[in-house]
């Protein structure tokens, strides 16, 4: 069962405009958020998270915007980079169960110069 | 310490035998994860340890793999009678204690081709 879903397999956004990147979870226990970023031939990278008591967690030019009453997540991107092309995973987790993550299927970002 | 190391980078086999992969997580990590990750789709989890200790494993793991990791350090993912199916990437994640605000560590992962 797919708990974590990111139905966007892919997106193209121009440099410096803004990327929106959306992941969708069923599980209401789910307390933990967390984005991964990942490039071929390597491990996924944390890159920011957000706890369910929040709605809202900023990180330079990352930020994490939670709707639980949606089970919604996304991330911003501005503006958006090169460099910023690549796999972004979302992942969520329950503390009140074994913690382990649950990751969406992934949405393979490409920033135009 | 230079984070999460996963040997070999790259597996190829041929249907039938039986493959090793390792994974020396973060030295003061007392959680380790494997997950596996086919093409188009997300890591999915498959098992994991807190220290020695393997607490939870996914109706992913058939009776054909079996993971260790003896001592709490080092941990070992074995596949016996390997099929084609198999063929993916075995990630391992480490953690000090439970999802925090920095997640997991994963190494580069270990790419099986099963021919």
């Known amino acids: 069962d797919q708990q974590v879903k990111q139905n966007s397999p892919s997106l193209s956004v121009q440099e410096g405009r803004i990327s929106i990147l959306n992941c969708d979870y069923t599980n209401s226990m789910f307390d933990y958020f967390l984005w991964y970023k990942k490039y071929p031939a390597e491990g996924p990278t944390f890159l920011i998270s957000i706890s369910s008591i929040k709605d809202k967690n900023e990180d330079g030019r990352f930020t994490v915007f939670l709707n639980k009453s949606a089970k919604h997540l996304s991330l911003h991107i501005v503006p958006s980079q090169p460099g910023d092309s690549a796999v972004y995973f979302c992942?969520?987790?329950?503390?009140?169960?074994?913690?382990?993550?649950?990751f969406g299927a992934g949405t393979r970002l490409t920033v135009k110069p | 310490d230079t984070g999460v190391s996963q040997n070999p980078r790259h597996k190829i086999t041929k249907r039938g035998q039986n493959v090793t992969f390792r994974c020396d997580p973060i030295?003061?990590?007392?959680?380790l994860y494997w997950y596996r990750q086919t093409l188009g789709q997300g890591p999915e989890f498959l098992t994991y340890f807190q220290n020695e200790a393997q607490l939870e494993k996914s109706r992913l793991l058939s009776d054909r793999f079996s993971a260790e990791r003896p001592k709490g350090s080092f941990s070992t993912l074995e596949i016996q009678r390997t099929e084609q199916g198999d063929s993916a990437m075995y990630l391992c994640?480490?953690?000090?204690?439970?999802?925090?605000?920095?997640?997991?560590?994963f190494g580069s992962g270990t790419r099986l081709t099963v021919v």
């Open positions: 030295s003061e990590h007392n959680r």
């Open positions: 992942a969520a987790s329950a503390r009140s169960g074994n913690n382990d993550m649950r």
């Open positions: 994640a480490s953690s000090l204690g439970a999802v925090t605000s920095y997640g997991y560590t």
